[in-house]
């Protein structure tokens, strides 16, 4: 046959304000291919796979995108769910202990391969000038900040969300030591000398966002900024505990002290921003999204977000008169995103 006949079945259901669109029997293949939309005005959530996403999308459409993605350390990959993360046997002993604790070096390669594969479908999709803001951790940055450099993106800064309010990941000792095959006196003599000691994990207080754009070629910022309304930062948008002052790369969202609150401060999240259902292990400060998206990109742009998780970037869009496109792959993330967006 000299083209594959392909059917699609659309069926649109207008419940409350929201069209859910199942797409897609493809009766050639019998593959079948399902992706949920809810629309909220300039905002629209998808329940599917970025990459599958974005393959459909226009050249140069994107402004800006601003995404807290999977890090690829222990369950939270491209699969993640609560589920896998719940029945976690193999790392049971670690279970209880926040995620990132187990150091495995395959998750760098794997989060930079990855990276690399969405970062160069987002050159494509981007304007020049657009931004590609990217939350990391400090022992991931690397792997983000080199996928996006050899997309083809330029490296332009590096933003610091400070905070206090961390757990400790190092392991002491004196477990491990109680299962050594060695006498009760010699175990108690080890633990005394190494109470101090931990396996070599510092508490983690910053995370670091990684400020990519996608080059403006020959064009001057003004002329790119002419032509695309991307490129050039509204300093209008101002931070600290008083509002006053201009935006640095390092961010606050608690009280810290007199000078930091001052410069970095945006304002803190609120107990009820979250949601009283919101099940999502990592749930970002809206007012955080905001103040990066006023920064990094106009009212009326499009902002895209591969990785939506509860729905963050979309609230943060609604509350700055952003357009939004996101995607979230788990259909529980994805009923808590259109939860939080009514
Ligand atoms: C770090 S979380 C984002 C959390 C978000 N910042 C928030 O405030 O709720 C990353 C999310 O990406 C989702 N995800 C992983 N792979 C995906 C893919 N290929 N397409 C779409 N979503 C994906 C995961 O299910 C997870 O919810």
């Keep these: 046959m000299e083209r594959m006949l392909k059917l699609y079945v659309i069926i649109i259901n207008k419940i409350e304000h929201c069209y859910y669109i199942n797409i897609i029997i493809n009766i050639m293949t019998t593959e079948a291919m399902e992706f949920k939309t809810c629309t909220y005005g300039d905002i629209q959530i998808i329940n599917g796979d970025c990459m599958e996403g974005l393959h459909k999308m226009a050249n140069e459409s ?12 222990d369950k939270l990959d491209n ?78 800064d590096m933003i610091n ?22 006498s009760q006196d010699e175990k108690d003599k080890l633990i005394e000398e190494y109470k101090d000691f931990k396996t070599p994990q510092i508490r983690s207080c910053f995370e670091p966002i990684c400020v990519a754009m996608k080059p403006i070629g020959k ?74 998206i006023n920064l990094f990109s106009k009212k009326d742009s499009l902002v895209f977000d591969p990785f939506l998780g509860s729905g963050t970037t979309a609230i943060a869009c609604k509350n700055t008169n952003r357009r939004c496109i996101g995607y979230e792959l788990n259909e529980e993330y994805y009923n808590i995103c259109l939860d939080r967006c009514q």
Excluded at 281 to 292: F, Y
């Design 62 to 73: 994107i402004d800006c995108v601003i995404t807290d993605p999977p890090y690829f350390i």
């Design 79 to 156: 699969n993640w769910s609560s589920d896998s993360i719940g029945n976690d046997k193999k790392n049971s002993h670690i279970k209880h202990l926040p995620k990132g604790m187990k150091f495995d070096k395959k998750q760098v390669k794997d989060l930079y391969d990855y990276y690399l594969e969405l970062s160069k479908v987002l050159f494509d999709k981007m304007k020049p000038g657009g931004y590609f803001l990217s939350f990391s951790s400090p022992r991931l940055y690397h792997s983000i900040a080199m996928a996006c450099e050899i997309a083809g993106f330029e490296i332009r």
């Design 161 to 182: 969300w400070t905070y206090t309010q961390s757990m400790p990941k190092g392991m002491s000792m004196s477990h491990v030591i109680q299962k050594m095959d060695i």
């Design 219 to 292: 064009l001057t910022f003004i002329k790119n900024e002419l032509q695309f309304k991307t490129g050039l930062l509204d300093f209008s948008q101002k931070v600290g505990i008083d509002n006053d002052r201009v935006p640095a790369n390092i961010i606050t969202t608690e009280a810290y002290n007199d000078s930091y609150d001052k410069n970095f401060m945006v304002s803190k999240p609120t107990k009820k921003e979250k949601g009283e259902s919101n099940t999502h292990i990592t749930v970002k400060p809206i007012a955080l999204i905001e103040h990066l």
